[in-house]
Nanobody, 124 residues
Framework: QVQLVESGGGLVQTGGSLRLSCAAS????????MAWFRQAPGKEREFVAA????????YYADSVKGRATISKDNAKNTLYLQMNSLKPEDTAVYYC?????????????????WGQGTQVTVSS
């Protein structure tokens, strides 16, 4: 079993920045591809960013492209999401997810392990 714990969320003003983190335990972290998803009030969970197990490949949703950076520190068993130029529409609970399979996927159902989420609120 893999356990994931997100942190780093909070209340920020429009245009501000946050770095979210996801600490992992269990299976070898370096084998897992990982992703960030978010769920805003009244909306379905949506893809934000994904990274390959090695960290060499990344992919971003159009809504955050140019404003977000996903990274992975295998030595620390930690996933990160740096978010800049935050907008009110970024307000959501952010979840990290992991899957031992090969290749990047943006489909939430294909990820087996999930954290409990961390709240990001952007004021306007």
């Amino acid at each position: 079993q893999v356990q994931l714990v997100e942190s780093g969320g909070g209340l920020v003003q429009t245009g501000g920045s946050l770095r979210l983190s996801c600490a992992a335990s269990g299976r070898t972290f370096s084998r897992y591809k990982m992703a960030w998803f978010r769920q805003a009030p009244g909306k379905e969970r949506e893809f934000v960013a994904a990274i390959s197990s090695s960290g060499s490949s990344t992919y971003y949703a159009d809504s955050v492209k140019g404003r977000a950076t996903i990274s992975k520190d295998n030595a620390k068993n930690t996933l990160y999401l740096q978010m800049n130029s935050l907008k009110p529409e970024d307000t959501a609970v952010y979840y990290c997810a992991a899957e031992a399979g090969l290749g990047i996927t943006v489909v939430a159902a294909r990820y087996d392990y999930w954290g409990q989420g961390t709240q990001v609120t952007v004021s306007s």
